[in-house]
């Protein structure tokens, strides 16, 4: 029986979408399951899981106004990886230096276009990695940017304090 399209969603600022799935950012910069100089796709599961991985990384204080929503499907019959919790250190959330090497070891094994991983800021939901080297990359349905506004409620009760 044939697996299910998953479909995956990422948020970033509209001057980057046209090269949200390369993986250059997290090679420039590195992340918290790659070393900086591994190309990774970050995505997570919902939009709305979407939105919490990158709020907790924004100024609480100022809503950015230049932010897209980006969908894309996996392939139909791409085999889904996935690490547990229970795979990892009690508090892998805390030390980034695990969760790299197992991402950077992923990368270079090439085993799986995406990865499911644990979300740290909503635990029992999943963030997918895609490797953006592996040779199925090309069979990602990316869809059009869509414009995405966060709610200024977020952003007003931090800045009324």
């Known amino acids: 029986m044939p697996l299910e399209p998953t ?3 990422r948020l970033c600022r509209a001057v980057h979408a046209a090269g949200a799935f390369s993986g250059e ?31 907790v990384h924004l100024d609480p204080t100022q809503a950015p106004s230049d932010m897209v929503a980006i969908s894309a499907t996996l392939p139909e019959d791409e085999p889904s990886r996935a690490i547990a919790q229970d795979e990892l250190p009690p508090d892998w959330w805390a030390n980034p ?18 990865l499911r991983v644990p979300s740290v800021p909503i635990r029992a939901e ?16 990316i869809d ?11 952003f007003e009760r931090v800045a009324k304090k």
């Open 7 to 9: 479909m995956i969603w």
């Open 25 to 55: 950012g997290a090679r420039r910069y590195g992340g918290r399951w790659n070393s900086r100089g591994v190309p990774m796709v970050y995505c997570s599961s919902s939009l709305a899981l979407a939105a919490v991985e990158l709020f």
């Open 97 to 114: 230096a695990e969760t790299r090497a197992l991402g950077d070891a992923w990368i270079r094994e090439g085993s799986s276009l995406s």
């Open 126 to 141: 999943w963030n997918v990695l895609v490797n953006p080297l592996h040779p199925r990359m090309a069979e990602v349905r």
């Open 144 to 154: 059009p940017p869509q414009p995405f506004v966060f709610d200024a409620r977020m």
